[in-house]
């Protein structure tokens, strides 16, 4: 069966990076909407930007309202902005946030409506030019085609897709990873792990979808435990950057599954980063997908197993496929990833929303693409073991 397989436009990569893509930047647009927040500013990484525009004489306005996961109302903001400094492209400088509110401005301004229009829709207009500078190993949102974005009404994560919201460069410079702090070094960089354990263990992987996903996994339990004990190490940082966009391109391509599609509750109900709601879901998600599961879901996992050299050739993949959730395990140990419990959430509170959570998850579409056969009710039970 044949299948699509997207990507960024261009992709510049390596020390140095935004140097070379300056002259991209000036093919863009006159004018630049740079999308970020206040500390990318007082970190001086906007700094850096703003000379790479001013470099190529390309005019801009500065966006640094994404203050935490993006709602609708910040997209709003931004939009007001970019028509009224009459903006013809984007930049998006920061970690997941500031990039999907790029995304979400760039499809209103030609998309129009409200953002809450598209649940459940596509874009189908094509966005003005977008640049994606990612500061964090993790979401991968340089190289997808999704944006996420809190409808704060309904308060829900809305999951919005289309091709045209592909960033049409991303610019992959470690020196902006160097300033993540350990812990978001450790979420992050186990978003990355999340996307690319579930575009390899998705119904709708794909052969080109494997060979990026296996490539982050293996880079991924090799370097992000280096990054987070020691965020200076500049070789750690630059496989963690090039693994992120690994893992993004195969989960654009082959998407993600239950994890995913029951973090994003946890994260709309209880306003826990994406990265540390799905870390804190790996062990309890992987666990229920690999009990009494079908041998194509062992052959999945137990390949990812033997690829980190945890489980040996001649084991059985069901073996295998234990050996590599222990690892899963052991990494997030090793990373200090807190339980909702220790993370401060209420136990009465989170149990009396699990219904919805289940729900809202199921909505998602994500958990149907896990090699499993899965119900709301199943998923029920997985929320109330995080306890």
């Known amino acids: 069966m044949a299948r699509e397989f997207i990507m960024p436009g261009r992709i510049v990569s390596g020390e140095n990076a935004l140097q070379m893509a300056e002259v991209t930047l000036k093919e863009m647009g006159t004018k630049a909407l740079i999308v970020t ?7 001086g990484n906007v700094a850096h930007v703003e000379n790479a525009l001013k470099n190529q004489g390309i005019e801009y306005v500065i966006y640094s309202e994404i203050s935490g996961e993006p709602t609708d109302q910040m997209i709003y903001k931004g939009l007001e902005m ?5 903006c013809d492209f984007l930049v998006a400088l920061g970690g997941g946030s500031p990039i999907d509110s790029m995304k979400a401005i760039g499809a209103l301004a030609t998309n129009g409506g409200k953002i809450s229009d598209y649940m459940g829709k596509i874009f189908e207009k094509k966005t003005p030019p977008m640049a994606a500078i990612p500061t964090t190993a993790g979401t991968g949102s340089e190289a997808t085609q999704f944006t996420i974005i809190t409808d704060t009404e309904k308060d829900i994560k809305m999951l919005l897709k289309g091709s045209v919201l592909m960033p049409d460069l991303a610019v992959i410079d470690p020196r902006f990873t ?5 812990k978001i070094t450790a979420a992050t960089g186990l978003d990355a792990l999340t996307h690319a354990i579930e575009a390899y263990t998705s119904r709708k992987a794909q052969g080109l979808s494997d060979t990026f996903a296996v490539s982050a996994v293996k880079k991924i339990f090799r370097y992000l435990p280096r990054a987070y004990k020691e965020g ?22 082959a998407s993600v599954t239950i994890v995913h599609g029951m973090s994003r509750p946890i994260g709309a109900l209880f306003h826990v980063a ?9 062990k309890a998600c992987f666990s229920f997908v690999l009990e009494d599961a079908d041998q194509e879901v062992y052959e999945r996992f137990g390949q990812l197993g033997r690829a980190i050299h945890v489980a040996e050739n001649q084991e059985d993949d069901k073996t295998a496929s234990y050996h590599f959730l222990q690892a899963v395990i052991g990494l997030c140990e090793e990373l200090e990833i807190p339980t909702l419990e220790e993370y401060g959430i209420d136990k009465e509170k989170f149990f009396s929303v699990i219904d919805k959570m289940a729900e809202d998850a199921m909505a998602s579409g994500s958990p149907s693409n896990t090699r499993k056969d ?10 109330k073991a995080l306890w």
Request: aromatic share 6%; hydrophobic share 50%.
């Open 274 to 282: 994406h990265g540390l709601s799905n870390a804190m879901l790996l």
């Open 37 to 43: 927040d206040e500390v990318m500013i007082k970190l």
């Open 82 to 86: 970019y028509q009224a400094e009459k």
């Open 178 to 182: 160097m300033t993540a702090p350990p």
């Open 232 to 253: 200076s190490d500049v070789e750690a940082r630059e496989n963690m950057a090039v693994a992120a966009l690994e893992a993004g391109i195969a989960f654009n391509n």
């Open 374 to 383: 899965l119900t709301a009710e199943d998923l029920k039970e997985i929320y």
